[in-house]
């Protein structure tokens, strides 16, 4: 059964950064693509980005330039790096990995005007 847990999660201003860490377990981490969700209040879950197996990554429009997803197969973790945030990027932050229904309780991105 896979297991996520995300973190690195907090309250930061407008124009800083944040890195979030995923980790997972329960299954080969190395042979699956990994992807980034993100739910804002009142509003539905949305895509942010993709990491595949091989460190190829994709990006929602919304966060092109100003997020970065790395994986580290190693350590069984995902990463996604924040800068230049935005106070419209408020959201939980889940990882999920892409062949599984399974997602990890998220954690609380806030960024303050």
């Known amino acids: 059964q896979v297991q996520l847990v995300e973190s690195g999660g907090g309250l930061v201003q407008a124009g800083g950064s944040l890195r979030l860490s995923c980790a997972v377990s329960?299954?080969?981490?190395?042979?699956?693509?990994m992807a980034w969700y993100r739910q804002a209040p009142g509003k539905q879950r949305e895509y942010v980005a993709t990491v595949t197996t091989g460190g190829i990554t994709i990006y929602a429009d919304s966060v092109k330039g100003r997020f970065t997803a790395s994986r580290d197969n190693a350590k069984n973790t995902v990463y996604l790096q924040m800068n230049t945030l935005k106070p419209e990027d408020t959201a939980v932050y889940y990882c999920k990995v892409l062949n599984f229904v399974n997602w990890g309780p998220g954690t609380q991105v806030t960024v303050s005007s």
């Open positions: 329960g299954i080969t981490f190395s042979i699956y693509n």
